[in-house]
């Protein structure tokens, strides 16, 4: 592992998936370096004995269940984009992770070109948004269902210069790449993001997605 590589960490249990995914980050990220193992304790060892840039998580490894171990990696490296590979997707396992942080998450069903979207988008400083995690919950339970109808409906007292930069967001752009794509300041950029968040009466940037594309579905 070269101190100029980029560091991913792929922890799933089965041998095959790993396999797999690091020859599409072969592919993907020819500079990357990447190590493996199969439950989270192998996860959290390696965090600890050198610096990773990505992790690569599935949610059931033999220690670890749903969401538990993605809550002790968060405890354990809070600063490293996680990225949840996983073979569950109901929407409200999905919304969870995201509450918990994660950069992304993957459904083990991703065909290659969304994987390659996703991974690089999250090197990016993006973050990827499954069509799962804005999916409504069969049962209709718990806040968003309730919230977001009126979320999609403030979408209309945006600015357009906010709307324009809401637009980029749900293409899953950070910061640093709006202000690219827009010609102006980062701190510009953070200061729209949160008036967006205050005008829609969202806590982040998940929820602001699910409103413009409920505004316009």
């Not at 999250?122 to 069969?138: H, N, T």
């Amino acid at each position: 592992m070269t101190s100029d590589s980029y560091r991913v960490l792929i922890a799933d249990d089965h041998p095959l998936y790993r396999s797999a995914m690091s020859n599409v980050l072969a592919d993907v990220f020819p500079d990357a370096a990447l190590v493996e193992c199969e439950n989270l304790t192998g996860a959290l060892k390696l965090l600890e004995q050198g610096s990773i840039d990505l992790v690569l998580l599935d949610l059931n490894l033999p220690d670890a269940d749903r969401t538990d171990g993605l809550s002790r990696l968060r405890s354990a490296a809070p600063a490293t984009p996680i990225v949840v590979c996983s073979a569950l997707d109901e929407p409200a396992l999905v919304r969870e992770c995201f509450q918990l942080g994660v950069a992304g998450y993957l459904p083990k069903s991703s065909g290659m070109e969304v994987t390659r979207h996703a991974l690089q988008l999250v090197r990016g400083g993006g973050v990827y948004v499954p069509s799962q995690a804005l999916a409504e919950s069969s049962t209709g339970e718990g806040d968003d269902s309730t919230e977001r109808p009126s979320s999609a409906a403030k979408v209309g007292d945006l600015t357009p210069r906010q709307r324009t930069v809401l637009s980029l967001l749900e293409r899953g752009m950070s910061n640093k790449a709006i202000a690219r794509e827009l010609g102006i300041g980062e701190i510009t950029v953070k200061a729209h993001v949160s008036a967006i968040l205050r005008k829609l009466g969202v806590e982040n940037r998940l929820q602001a997605i699910i409103a413009i594309r409920e505004r316009n579905s």
